[in-house]
Nanobody, 123 residues
């Protein structure tokens, strides 16, 4: 019900745009977000956007470089990643939470997950 795409290999300083298309019940989600997991590390919050699209939140490590957006007509959330760094290398997962919550940074509060897309940034 969540299909992520757009990952790849890019040099440091480059850009990538991830997409995550929602279908079925997931299109009515309140929060659509991105998490990532690097090898040997726990999954971490990256960014989230609410249903109206008027509230976005970012991890400090990506603030100013990544931009999350949402196309309601296409039921798709995007993550524009600019000025990528080697430490951004990870598998990126999109996720949705159906209801509002204060715990949007906590991956255990999300209801559905996409399959993950690999982002590799070379130095």
């Amino acid at each position: 019900q969540l299909q992520a795409s757009g990952g790849g290999l890019v040099q440091a300083g480059g850009s990538l745009r991830l997409s995550c298309a929602a279908s079925g019940r997931t299109f009515s989600a309140w929060y659509m977000g991105w998490f990532r997991q690097a090898p040997g590390k726990e999954r971490e919050f990256v960014a989230v956007i609410n249903r109206p699209g008027d509230s976005t939140y970012y991890a400090d490590s990506v603030k100013g470089r990544f931009t999350i957006s949402r196309d309601a007509a296409k039921n798709t959330v995007y993550l524009q990643m600019d000025n990528l760094k080697p430490e951004d290398t990870a598998v990126y997962y999109c996720a949705i939470r159906l209801a509002p919550s204060h715990y949007y940074r906590n991956d255990s509060h999300y209801d559905y997950w996409g399959q993950g897309t690999q982002v590799t940034v070379s130095s």
